[in-house]
């Protein structure tokens, strides 16, 4: 069974950067698509990027031109690279995956928090 592992958050000020991880234990080959949520307080969670096993990828507007998703197929990692970060970039960020399976429900990691002072 895949599981997820963020990493990397941490408190920025404004202007900043950071490079959030996602450990992925298990196959990859199994995953349709992966993706960087956010949620901040008192907020839904939101999509941040996703990416498909066919290297499509698809940005929020707010982050365009600011972060940066990859994947590191041999580390079973993707990143999310946030450049020029904003005080209202504040949330926890979740890693999640898709499975081609119709079995398999997406699953979530536990979560890293990024913070950005202005």
Do not use: H
């Amino acid at each position: 069974q895949v599981q997820l592992a963020e990493s990397g958050g941490d408190s920025v000020q404004a202007g900043g950067s950071l490079r959030l991880s996602c450990a992925v234990s298990g196959s990859m080959f199994s995953i349709k698509a992966m993706g960087w949520y956010r949620q901040a307080p008192g907020k839904q969670r939101e999509l941040v990027v996703a990416i498909t096993s066919a290297g499509l990828i698809n940005y929020a507007d707010s982050v365009k031109g600011r972060f940066t998703i990859s994947r590191d197929i041999a580390k079973n990692t993707v990143y999310l690279q946030m450049n020029s970060l904003k005080p209202e970039d504040t949330a926890v960020y979740y890693c999640n995956a898709q499975f081609w399976s119709l079995n398999q429900s997406p699953t979530w990691g536990q979560g890293t928090q990024v913070t950005v002072s202005s």
